[in-house]
């Protein structure tokens, strides 16, 4: 099982990643699934799936649930009550919109992301980002 401290100390030395859609490599550029998988070459080495070619506006334009599929695929899905510090946790960023979003939960309610026009940061894990919470993950 891998260790919740091990997997911060991974997602914070992102920290300061500048946001690259489609990117994962850490310093240079990466997205919010770019630090996830990042994180994941660094515990595990290849990546057990690479992602397809997505736009920015992906999601909507589909409709479908990919990020969420591709998590369940790869990861053991929790409930959200059980999230701690080291897991995955996925968002819906528009209402009944599909998850589009990713983040690792870090401790006393932060979590590390990047998203766009930013750099990978930890922040709060606010009233705003909690309603907008769908599912988390374990790592294998």
Not at 126 to 135: P, T
Request: contains cysteine; glycine residues 8%; aromatic residues 10%.
């Amino acid at each position: 099982m891998t260790n919740s401290d091990q997997i911060l100390a991974i997602a914070r030395s992102w920290l300061g990643t500048p946001y690259h859609h489609q990117a994962s490599v850490r310093g240079v550029g990466c997205d919010c699934l770019g630090l996830v998988r990042g994180i994941w070459r660094e515990l595990y080495g290849s990546e057990p799936e690479l992602p397809p070619i997505y736009t920015p506006d992906w999601a909507e334009a589909t409709g479908e649930e990919t990020l969420l599929a591709a998590a369940r695929r790869n990861l053991t899905e929790i409930a959200l009550e059980d999230r701690g510090a080291g897991d995955v946790i996925l968002f819906r960023m528009i209402e009944r919109g599909p998850a589009k979003h990713a983040g690792i939960l870090s401790e006393d309610g932060r979590f590390i992301h990047a998203y766009s026009a930013r750099a990978v940061t930890e922040n709060a894990l606010s009233s705003w980002w909690e309603r907008k919470m769908v599912a988390a993950f374990r790592w294998p």
